[in-house]
């Protein structure tokens, strides 16, 4: 039993481990509502796929909004942050193109899908797979079998 529970420790942390996201849910509309936006954002307003990740939200906004203190799931803080940002004269033409539904760096339209006869809504393809549970638990028992292999006396 003993030579299994290091092992098995091992493969349940990795399992447990989990990359947390700093989007919500919530945030497009509180963006929306911050900078007085004529419609919802899409997720490509701060991150650079959609649907955004955590490693995603690489965009200058993000990073701005972050750096003025937008907390991960808080939206209270989220329009603090923006009203700060937009508070700073040499973000001007940012906001302009924000107002607008206009990403500021790539100034692409990112207003979601509006409703009605005239719609229409592409597939996208699906988001890649996150592999990075699997390799922490290959790695685990990788490393687990090297302890082990190591601490074996070498019978003759």
Same mark, same amino acid.
């Given at each position: ?101 206009? @990403?500021?760096? *790539?100034?692409? %339209?990112?207003? =979601? /899908? ?6 229409? !809504? $592409?597939? @996208?393809?699906? *988001?890649?797979? %996150?592999?990075? =549970? /699997? ?6 028992? !990788? $490393? ?13």
């Amino acid at each position: 039993m003993r030579t299994t529970t290091f092992p098995t420790l091992v493969l349940a942390l990795a399992m447990l481990r989990s990359t947390t996201a700093h989007a919500s849910e919530v945030f497009p509309g509180a963006l929306q509502e911050a900078a007085d936006m004529q419609c919802v954002p899409v997720c490509l307003m701060c991150h650079t796929s959609n649907p955004g990740t955590a490693t995603t939200w690489t965009k200058p906004l993000a990073v701005a909004l972050f750096s003025r203190g937008m907390r991960k799931g808080d939206t209270d803080s989220l329009k603090a942050a923006f009203k700060a940002y937009a508070a700073d004269p040499a973000n001007a033409a940012a906001i302009a193109d924000i107002k607008a539904g206009r @990403e500021p760096s *790539a100034h692409a %339209d990112v207003c =979601g /899908p509006t409703y009605g006869c005239a719609v229409h !809504v $592409a597939k @996208e393809a699906a *988001a890649p797979r %996150d592999f990075t =549970g /699997p390799l922490w638990a290959v790695g685990a028992m !990788v $490393a687990a079998g090297l302890l082990r292999r190591r601490r074996k006396p070498n019978a003759r």
